[in-house]
């Protein structure tokens, strides 16, 4: 069971997706949790969960929201960073201002609660901090450029801290999901408003490379398979990258994609997505 290396674990975005997939799989494994989400009305009422606010539009409550489940939990094991929001739309299409707030609280905020996380795992010699980060790292989506750099940042980040943190008990997880069957776009599209064809000059293709991202998540497999990988790299207890997703995704197309020059690669995704 995870609960005999990973006693107490901070879950943020733990309310819908990948998050309460996680949540859900470490309660399985006897793992007290501390979940977050911007209303804690949405999280989970199960035994063994505790609720915390988290808003990461604010430095205040990333830091409120560690010492509140650190000091509950008595020194946290595992911290597993899932929250983050998507961005629709062509670059200079939407003030800047949204792309730098996206960035703020998908970068900024996650380094912050990993500096919280690693400064008191690294004082107690023992823990996981793991990153969700993206298979848009490798495969980066046409009109979502601000989640790209957010995540492209993120693996980056994570691979130095595995150096980083080498021989000190603690160990750095890069968790690269692909499409999993969640509500991701439909929250996107809510907090997106760019999909009216009136909106720019380009929304043909944008609307056309969105039924794409659509189509794929609804071929997706459920987010609990994802929920497994991350298991099964906790279970194994070293740092290092994990992709996670459909055959094609994690295993196949990174494979490819090694073996073809990136001219081919940008010919191949703008086709694919309509955005040539």
Same mark, same amino acid.
């Given at each position: ?103 703020? *609280?998908?970068?900024?905020?996650? +380094? %912050? ?5 690693? #400064?008191?795992? =690294?004082?107690? $010699? @023992? ?83 969105? *039924?794409?991202?659509?189509?794929? +998540? %609804? ?5 609990? #398979?994802?929920? =497994?990988?991350? $298991? @099964? ?44």
């Amino acid at each position: 069971m995870l609960a005999d290396r990973y006693p107490t674990a901070l879950v943020t975005g733990a309310s819908t997706g990948l998050g309460r997939a996680f949540v859900d799989m470490l309660l399985n494994e006897g793992v007290r949790v501390w979940g977050t989400g911007r209303d804690p009305a949405r999280l989970p009422a199960r035994a063994g969960f505790t609720p915390v606010a988290l808003d990461l539009d604010a430095d205040s409550s990333v830091e409120a929201a560690f010492q509140l489940a650190e000091g509950a939990a008595g020194g946290l094991d595992l911290v597993v960073n899932s929250a983050g929001y998507g961005l629709y739309g062509p670059f200079t299409a939407r003030d800047f201002a949204d792309w730098r707030r996206q960035l703020e *609280a998908m970068f900024v905020r996650t +380094l %912050q609660l990993s500096h919280l996380a690693l #400064r008191s795992m =690294g004082a107690r $010699r @023992r823990g996981a901090l793991v990153n969700i980060s993206s298979l848009a790292v490798e495969f980066p989506l046409p009109f979502m450029s601000g989640y790209n750099a957010a995540k492209a940042g993120l693996s980056a980040f994570s691979e130095s801290l595995m150096v980083e943190v080498a021989g000190t008990g603690v160990i750095v997880i890069d968790f690269r999901p692909g499409d999993y069957r969640t509500g991701f776009n439909q929250t996107m599209q809510a907090t997106s408003d760019t999909l009216s064809p009136s909106a720019f000059p380009s929304a043909p293709r944008v609307q056309h490379a969105w *039924a794409r991202l659509e189509s794929n +998540l %609804q071929s997706a497999p459920p987010p609990a #398979r994802a929920a =497994g990988d991350l $298991r @099964r790299a906790l279970r194994r207890g070293r740092s290092g990258t994990v992709r996670s997703g459909s055959f094609f995704q994690a295993r196949l197309a990174p494979w490819l994609t090694r073996l073809a020059p990136a001219w081919l690669h940008r010919a191949v995704t703008a086709r694919y997505f309509g955005s040539s």
